[in-house]
């Protein structure tokens, strides 16, 4: 035991741990992506549909294959409705990722394991992911596990087969996460096997290990297909075609939006390491031109590899027009590894321990700031705002012409919609703007439902609401300029 806690990879590990478990449900579910997320995993949990996601019992919710969906609703299903189990599955990818930091660098950077592993626990965007609940921690986790499998089979001295197999098993899971995009560091892959030249040991598009790959990835996709027809039109014309080649979801889709978004990205979120990574950036120039040589290239196929798994998916995330910060997180796994190796040539050691206890107090700091954070995204407020002003019981929450707050299904235990105000004829069949419209929703008379709308909009509402014969009954005073409501059947004159 004193050996153990003596070594630099126990206090590692026990530090990555305190960072992503260490109230990790003290703020509450934030809306509008954790609370999308969440409620979709618990419609599942509620229905026992864990084939077709919906984010009503009416709508289904088709922007994201369901890996991500099944793993939160796992862990509210053992743990219980708690932001903590929402968000402990992107804790675990943040520590898988960071235990595979340490595995790789053994390989692309012997000697600075240590570093590797720190590095990615340290910094600013992984740490802040882990306590996010959104896709990409899920998808940076399978492509770690695909990216270290490819490692092994290149850069190891047994079972290059094996590691070949895994890799595509990981990319299979990767691809039930997040679709078509999950497969980017394949470009590394292929560049890195076609550059080096030499004969490797193993065929990378092998049978065994492509039938893993279908296997895991596409049973789903047939599924759903098959049971909603013109849904692969809507996978490969909006969460593909529209994605990369449009600005429709107006996420800085301009020709300089990538430079917005990114380059602060990796600034800001490979801190407190960014000098070691700039000083890397600073000499790329020079081993791109070294590496024209295949000398070169072998003599450093670590370093070529590194490169190749960081650049090619960025210019990829900086051609296509949908761009969001945490579209780079699959890349802070070879940035640590960046790290490491620059740390290695430069012969420095582990950085003084007092500066990493320091890091990681801010760190944690941030934590206690978020969950204390007044804002209108907190789910868990509108659950306390809600409950004082409804003593009795809660079915549903429904948003007309509002956003809705779906974090209320797993703070407050309640169904949430959103409605338009005005008929919906023609909705779109896949992710519609809207559930249903006011009509459609009070003819179901639902009972113990309570309402919200923007002040401003209350007239309009209002008018509504008695021309389908029926009156508003506030609640209280209005909650962050929302008037909360019920509707009641109109008393007869």
Not at 23 to 29: A, K, W
Not at 60 to 76: C, E, F, N, R
Request: contains cysteine.
């Amino acid at each position: 035991m004193e050996r153990l806690l003596r070594s630099p990879a126990a206090w590692i590990a026990l530090l990555a741990c305190v960072l992503a478990l260490a109230g990790l449900g003290l703020r509450g579910i934030w809306d509008p992506d954790e609370g999308r997320y969440t409620n979709v995993a618990l419609n599942m949990l509620d229905s026992g549909d864990w084939l077709n996601p919906h984010r009503s019992h009416e709508v289904g919710h088709w922007t994201k294959p369901p890996l991500t969906y099944w793993a939160i609703a796992s862990s509210v299903g053992l743990l219980g409705h708690t932001p903590f189990a929402a968000r402990l599955p992107s804790a675990l990818a943040y520590l898988l990722i960071v235990g595979l930091a340490w595995r790789t660098a053994r390989r692309l950077a012997p000697g600075g394991e240590r570093i590797a592993a720190l590095a990615y626990a340290t910094m600013l965007l992984p740490f802040a992911s882990s306590q996010l609940i959104t896709t990409d921690p899920f998808l940076a986790a399978c492509q770690a596990l695909a990216m270290h499998a490819f490692v092994e089979a290149r850069f190891g001295d047994r079972s290059p087969r094996r590691w070949l197999a895994l890799m595509w098993a990981a990319f299979g899971l990767a691809f039930l996460t997040k679709g078509p995009p999950a497969l980017l560091p394949l470009l590394a892959i292929v560049a890195f096997d076609l550059l080096r030249g030499a004969r490797v040991r193993h065929r990378l598009f092998d049978i065994a290990g492509l039938a893993l790959f279908v296997l895991l990835a596409l049973p789903w996709y047939v599924a759903v297909i098959r049971g909603n027809p013109g849904l692969l039109h809507y996978f490969i014309g909006d969460e593909v075609y529209n994605r990369i080649a449009t600005d429709e979801f107006g996420r800085h889709g301009e020709w300089y939006g990538w430079l917005q978004v990114y380059l602060p990205t990796l600034l800001f979120g490979s801190l407190p390491w960014t000098p070691a990574l700039l000083r890397w950036a600073r000499g790329l120039p020079a081993d791109l031109r070294r590496w024209r040589g295949r000398e070169a290239r072998q003599a450093d196929p670590a370093g070529l590899l590194l490169a190749l798994w960081v650049l090619l998916p960025l210019l990829v995330f900086c051609i296509a027009r949908s761009r969001l910060p945490l579209y780079l997180l699959p890349l802070f796994l070879p940035l640590a590894l960046l790290v490491a190796r620059q740390w290695v040539a430069e012969g420095r050691r582990l950085p003084h321990w007092g500066w990493i206890v320091a890091w990681a107090a801010l760190l944690l700091g941030l934590k206690f700031v978020a969950a204390t954070m007044d804002t209108s995204k907190d789910a868990a407020a509108w659950a306390r705002a809600i409950r004082a002003r409804v003593p009795g019981p809660i079915y549903e929450v429904n948003a007309i012409d509002d956003l809705p707050r779906y974090g209320l299904h797993l703070e407050l235990g309640v169904e949430v919609e959103r409605l338009s105000l005005a008929p919906q004829r023609e909705a779109p069949r896949f992710n519609p703007a809207y559930d249903d419209d006011l009509a459609r929703e009070l003819a179901e008379r639902e009972p113990d439902v309570v309402w919200h709308t923007p002040t401003a909009h209350l007239p309009k509402v209002r008018e509504r609401v008695e021309a389908l014969g029926y009156r508003i009954e506030p609640l209280g005073a209005p909650y962050r300029d929302r008037v909360i409501f019920r509707i009641v059947a109109a008393t007869p004159r």
